[in-house]
């Protein structure tokens, strides 16, 4: 009896010690507040009377001063699924982070951050703004003679192969091409004539004097097409590359077509060349965060741009 009473005794005096400590609280400062973390549990001897928010604002990435319009609320990615974090703003004290941040015609961006022992964290996330009219113009083979769509066409020749030259500029400044990823998607239609006309597998774009990659493995979370590319999809490729912040520059896509073995493509046979940037964005049917050019609906994350160029 006298060990049961010496044990009850010693619990209650640690319980005690605890309670002081303010290692246990009934509802006082450091509580676990309704459905958020336990506030404290991230850093030792941190204890907050509400649970951590993260506050953020974004800012044009090229003009830090200048706020972002049309912007999403954030999201808290798992970086381990990619999924979303449901519920969003409550964290716990010293936790790692990656927000999700994306405005209505700028490039999303992903931030990490660690988080304090503090009640509110401010972060700022920046954002490259959308180049939505890129002036297009297309070249003959010799990157001189302009294009003129319906009475100039790309000569190609029986089982021959030219090269339309796309020169591109900038439309605004502090506009671009692409956000962090740094690419851009490029795709061909045709719109006149047959997929049979050409040889795919020698066909090949340049931007800026580096080789594009194929489309279909270039590692994107999703490898869609438009659904707004009319007629028959032919082929397309990932282009590093991207307009400098205030840039005077003319850009080259350099675009090789090549005819099948021994056909020449019809007279005024129509093509699309169509450019749109790669982005982040969230998977409507699975929840995760993803980068690509086209989302799972098959429309383009941002604004599709295209040139046409006539082939014979």
Not at 108 to 134: E, I, M
Request: contains cysteine.
């Amino acid at each position: 009896m006298v060990k049961q009473n010496e044990m009850l005794i010693g619990i209650v005096i640690v319980a005690a010690l605890l309670l002081a400590t303010g290692t246990i609280n009934f509802g006082g400062a450091g509580a676990i507040a309704p459905g958020g973390a336990a506030p404290g549990a991230g850093i030792a001897g941190c204890t907050l009377s509400t649970s951590q928010t993260i506050s953020n604002a974004s800012y044009n990435a090229d003009k830090p001063g200048t706020a972002t319009t049309g912007g999403y609320p954030t999201y808290f990615v798992n970086p381990a699924t990619g999924e979303l974090n449901a519920g969003g703003a409550t964290t716990v004290p010293g936790g790692t982070y990656t927000m999700f941040e994306r405005a209505t015609s700028y490039f999303s961006t992903v931030k990490t951050v660690t988080t304090g022992c503090v009640a509110s964290v401010p972060v700022s996330v920046l954002q490259k703004a959308v180049d939505t009219a890129v002036s297009l113009t297309a070249y003959e083979n010799n990157g001189i003679t302009a294009l003129a769509v319906g009475t100039e066409n790309l000569t190609i020749g029986a089982s021959g192969s030219a090269t339309a030259h796309i020169k591109m500029a900038q439309s605004a400044a502090f506009t671009h091409l692409s956000g962090d990823s740094g690419k851009f998607a490029v795709f061909i239609n045709v719109t006149a004539g047959t997929q049979n006309n050409y040889s795919v597998s020698q066909m090949s774009a340049v931007f800026d004097g580096m080789p594009c990659v194929a489309y279909t493995s270039a590692g994107l979370s999703n490898a869609a097409t438009p659904a707004v590319l009319t007629g028959v999809y032919l082929t397309g490729w990932v282009c590093t590359g991207d307009f400098a912040a205030n840039d005077g520059s003319i850009h080259e896509l350099a675009v090789r077509y090549a005819a099948a073995s021994g056909i020449n493509p019809n007279a005024g046979a129509g093509t699309n060349i169509g450019i749109v940037g790669i982005d982040r964005y969230i998977d409507g049917t699975t929840g995760v965060l993803s980068l690509g050019a086209v989302s799972e609906t098959g429309a383009a994350i941002q604004t599709l741009q295209t040139v046409s160029v006539n082939v014979d």
